[in-house]
Nanobody, 119 residues
């Protein structure tokens, strides 16, 4: 059984910062791409950023220059440093990972962590 557990969400004022973490645990043979998605009320889930096994990253235009994704392979953990937060960043943030379990690569999702940007 594999689990992804997010932490670090909360309420922050516009212009503030938060750091999200997502730790994978369980019967993991290898973790491939790790990603952060978000879903705002009434909107579809969207990709925020992803990072490859070797650390190559990409992020959506809406967060470029403000959010940074990184990972610690020794800890099976991915991070999302969010700076200069805006009210439109308010959403539930979900961690996703593509993980090799036994001999089968599978998609796994965390349960999400709420980020609210408001004064």
């Amino acid at each position: 059984q594999v689990q992804l557990v997010e932490s670090g969400g909360g309420l922050v004022q516009p212009g503030g910062s938060l750091r999200l973490s997502c730790a994978a645990s369980g019967s993991i043979r290898s973790i491939y791409t790790m990603s952060w998605y978000r879903q705002a009320p009434g909107k579809q889930r969207e990709l925020v950023a992803h990072v490859s096994t070797t650390g190559i990253t990409n992020s959506s235009d809406s967060v470029k220059g403000r959010f940074t994704i990184s990972r610690d392979n020794a800890k099976n953990t991915v991070y999302l440093q969010m700076n200069s937060l805006k009210p439109e960043d308010t959403a539930v943030y979900y961690c996703h990972a593509y993980i090799l379990v036994d001999l089968t690569p599978r998609n796994f999702w965390g349960k999400g962590t709420q980020v609210t940007v408001s004064s």
